[in-house]
């Protein structure tokens, strides 16, 4: 027998009681929070860091040749520029497939059909509290001027959809929430590939 079927229920993990929080420091983009946790097994109490940040988004853009809109930026993490999908920040109270849209329009002039929800991650849910949505937007087209933030600068390009998979295959595209918006578009584009008899 293999994998988890092996393991016992009474091994199964049971999550731990939260008993309190102590704001550590307050940022524009995020705020850290030193967390008590109390162990259910020993009863033993730790603090843990937590890094609470609103949602993000993450928008798959197809265009109708069947491109990819993607956008070029300089990560301040990194030090590095960075090939991606747009994306950006849920606002307060910003229904997510609005904030998708939104966010492409912004940062590349392009807008499309009305956005389908792919799927809802959690960025790194051992230190962080948020969510990212994961947006399909497809016959976008560049309608608009571009909105950019002060610290934003953008090149703005469209690739065809199996050109991007290759280059994620070889490890062009390093930012793993595009990566996850990858895999969940991929059986999207495994349909359309099917009803074009693979020629797209």
Same mark, same amino acid.
């Given at each position: 027998?293999?994998?988890?079927?092996?393991?016992?229920?009474?091994?199964?993990?049971?999550?731990?009681?939260?008993?309190?929080?102590? $704001?550590?420091?307050?940022?524009? #983009?995020? &705020?850290?929070?030193?967390?008590?946790?109390? &162990?259910?097994?020993?009863?033993?109490?730790?603090?843990?860091?937590?890094?609470?940040?609103?949602?993000?988004?993450?928008?798959?853009?197809?265009?109708?040749?069947?491109?990819?809109?993607?956008?070029? $930026?300089?990560?301040?993490?990194?030090?590095?520029?960075?090939?991606?999908?747009?994306?950006?920040?849920?606002?307060?109270?910003?229904?997510?497939?609005?904030?998708?849209?939104?966010?492409?329009?912004?940062?590349?002039?392009?807008?499309?059909?009305?956005?389908?929800?792919?799927?809802?991650?959690?960025?790194?849910?051992?230190?962080?509290?948020?969510?990212?949505?994961?947006?399909?937007?497809?016959?976008?087209?560049?309608?608009?001027?571009?909105?950019?933030?002060? &610290?934003?600068?953008?090149?703005?390009?469209?690739?065809?959809?199996?050109?991007?998979?290759?280059?994620?295959?070889?490890?062009?595209?390093?930012?793993?929430?595009?990566? &996850?918006?990858?895999?969940?578009?991929?059986?999207?584009?495994?349909?359309?590939?099917?009803?074009?008899?693979?020629? #797209?």
């Amino acid at each position: 027998m293999f994998g988890h079927s092996i393991l016992r229920m009474s091994n199964a993990p049971r999550p731990w009681k939260r008993l309190g929080a102590t $704001q550590l420091t307050r940022t524009r #983009v995020f &705020d850290v929070e030193s967390v008590r946790f109390e &162990d259910p097994r020993s009863k033993s109490e730790r603090d843990f860091y937590v890094i609470n940040a609103p949602d993000w988004v993450n928008v798959v853009a197809l265009t109708p040749d069947h491109r990819l809109v993607l956008v070029r $930026q300089f990560r301040y993490g990194s030090a590095e520029i960075s090939l991606e999908i747009p994306g950006g920040v849920v606002d307060g109270g910003e229904d997510p497939l609005a904030a998708g849209a939104r966010e492409l329009r912004e940062e590349t002039g392009y807008t499309g059909a009305v956005p389908r929800l792919l799927g809802r991650v959690r960025p790194n849910p051992a230190l962080q509290s948020n969510h990212s949505h994961l947006i399909l937007i497809e016959n976008a087209t560049r309608t608009a001027a571009t909105e950019w933030d002060r &610290d934003e600068d953008f090149e703005i390009l469209t690739l065809p959809v199996n050109e991007v998979y290759e280059k994620a295959w070889r490890g062009e595209i390093t930012h793993a929430l595009v990566l &996850d918006a990858l895999l969940l578009f991929w059986p999207h584009w495994q349909r359309m590939q099917g009803r074009a008899g693979g020629v #797209v």
